[in-house]
């Protein structure tokens, strides 16, 4: 398994357009997380999910991001419209029921200009 | 509430010296505490975990429940060493609180 992918790695975008990250969590992991990290807060939480369903989306900052999951192979994090201050490394990570261990993707380091 | 603090966001020391990064956290259960790292361009993996007891890569990190700790250290540092370090926290009971927490990380920079 190549573990969990993200895309894309990088992405630049102007202030108010429609960023979409991507992940593809690994095969037969059931519980899938998106996380923010930033030099100030470290790594926060901002959802995840379990057998695609939405559990917890009390991290998620603002109305403007979105996230979906739907199969469990494949999840998005939107953020519609962007701002500057969205700008950070976003995470996505997956694990499966018993196993306490998660396993991070590499990344999307998103700039927001 | 589940709370992890790592007071020190950048820590340097010279190679083969010991170093210890602090993590302290806040949980009214009995939680798991991991140490996660991060090495330059690679993505987050797990270091370890207390309930393993285990030294990986000449780390080891004792729970000290009296002081609400779970500090890693190592006698030795190493040039490889260098990287960001989590401390995160899972708590025991159900819903968000089993989900991992972590502290806002450490910034590790081994000297020649």
């Known amino acids: 398994d190549a573990g969990v992918i993200q895309s894309p790695r990088h992405e630049v975008t102007e202030m108010g357009q429609e960023v979409t990250l991507r992940c593809k969590p690994i095969s037969g992991h059931d519980y899938l997380f998106w996380y923010r990290q930033t030099m100030m807060r470290g790594l926060e939480l901002l959802i995840y999910?379990?057998?695609?369903?939405?559990?917890?989306d009390s991290g998620m900052p603002e109305d403007r991001f979105s996230a979906k999951m739907p199969n469990a192979s494949f999840s998005t994090l939107k953020i519609q419209p962007s701002e500057p201050r969205d700008s950070a490394v976003y995470f996505c990570?997956?694990?499966?029921?018993?196993?306490?261990?998660?396993?991070f993707g590499q990344g999307t380091r998103l700039t927001v200009v | 509430a589940q709370r992890v603090t790592q007071p020190e966001k950048l820590l340097s020391v010279f190679k083969g010296a010991p170093v210890e990064l602090k993590c302290n956290y806040s949980?009214?259960?009995?939680?798991?505490l991991f140490w996660y790292v991060q090495y330059s361009r690679q993505r987050l993996q797990l270091l370890l975990r207390?309930?393993s007891r285990e030294s990986i890569k000449g780390f080891t990190a004792d729970l000290n429940k009296g002081e609400t700790s779970f500090h890693l250290k190592k006698p030795f540092a190493q040039e490889e060493d260098s990287a960001m370090y989590y401390c995160a926290l899972r708590g025991g009971s159900s819903g968000s609180a089993r989900q991992l927490t972590f502290g806002s990380g450490t910034q590790l920079t081994v000297l020649p």
């Open positions: 990570a997956s694990r499966e029921t018993g196993n306490t261990e998660a396993f």
């Open positions: 207390h309930i």
């Open positions: 949980y009214s259960g009995s939680p798991e």
């Open positions: 999910f379990n057998n695609n369903v939405p559990i917890d």
